[in-house]
């Protein structure tokens, strides 16, 4: 895949293709007194590496064993 053609995509993320086995958190932070999550996933249309930025906008606790597991995901 050429430079330009990754320079000129626009990467068009749709939550139908984006899958938590393809993504892994890149880092959580604060800024402006709100929670950040960054997400590094696959690029559905030219399979790059995208960074995603997410502001925390609810929290709820979950039946959820830390680390998760593969069974989790299936």
């Known amino acids: 895949?050429?430079?330009e053609y990754?320079?000129?995509h626009?990467?068009?993320v749709s939550v139908e293709y984006l899958y938590?086995?393809?993504s892994d958190v890149l880092d959580i932070?604060?800024?402006d007194?709100?929670?950040y999550l960054e997400v590094a996933t696959v690029c559905p249309e030219c399979s790059e590496t995208l960074a995603l930025t997410a502001p925390v906008e609810s929290?709820?606790?979950v039946d959820v064993d830390l680390p998760l597991d593969?069974?989790?995901y299936d």
């Open 33 to 35: 007194d709100r929670l």
């Open 10 to 12: 626009e990467h068009d």
């Open 70 to 72: 593969e069974e989790y």
């Open 1 to 3: 895949m050429s430079h």
């Open 6 to 8: 990754v320079s000129d």
């Open 29 to 31: 932070y604060e800024r």
């Open 20 to 22: 938590p086995a393809d």
């Open 59 to 61: 929290v709820t606790e």
